[in-house]
């Protein structure tokens, strides 16, 4: 342990310190991984046949062709519920009529309301308005 508590304390510009008395320090080892977008190495045309032959020998990888795109379907026709409830909420967020809010809460408090299944969300902010409205709320 007495390794790991080295690597906490670091002047600047030092090296950190190996990780045994006998490593040997590696030039550059603190340098960033940049890409020089020059350095990519292509595969050889040889190369390039075999990934392509690797996939069409994969029944769960295919590439998309432009029959696959004259079928596909937008968001709008597969999850037109999930569409808009996710277009509510930015419009609600953007129009300052609800805020997003991070709180914990106990456990049995999110499953009793989890458990009444779909939009725990709002029935959460529902009770919430709720015990405000009984508490003589000002603000409205």
């Known amino acids: 342990?007495?390794?790991?508590?080295?690597?906490?304390?670091?002047?600047?510009?030092?090296?950190?310190?190996?990780?045994?008395a006998s490593e040997k320090p590696i030039a550059g080892?603190?340098?960033?991984?940049?890409?020089n977008r020059r350095k990519i190495i292509r595969p050889t045309p040889e190369e390039d046949a075999e990934i392509n032959r690797q996939i069409a020998e994969d029944p769960d990888t295919f590439e998309l062709d432009e029959e696959w795109f004259k079928e596909a379907k937008t968001s709008e026709e597969i999850i037109p519920h999930i569409l808009e409830r996710y277009l509510q909420e930015n419009e609600?967020?953007?129009?300052?009529?609800?805020?997003?809010?991070?709180?914990?809460?106990?456990?049995?408090?999110?499953?009793y309301f989890r458990n009444q299944g779909g939009d725990w969300h709002s029935r959460i902010n529902e009770a919430l308005k709720q015990v405000m409205l009984e508490n003589g709320d000002t603000t409205r």
């Open 92 to 111: 609600d967020l953007e129009s300052g009529r609800k805020e997003r809010l991070r709180i914990l809460v106990d456990k049995e408090v999110l499953d």
């Open 1 to 20: 342990m007495a390794v790991a508590s080295m690597w906490w304390y670091r002047p600047c510009g030092k090296r950190p310190p190996a990780l045994s």
């Open 29 to 35: 080892r603190l340098t960033s991984m940049t890409t």
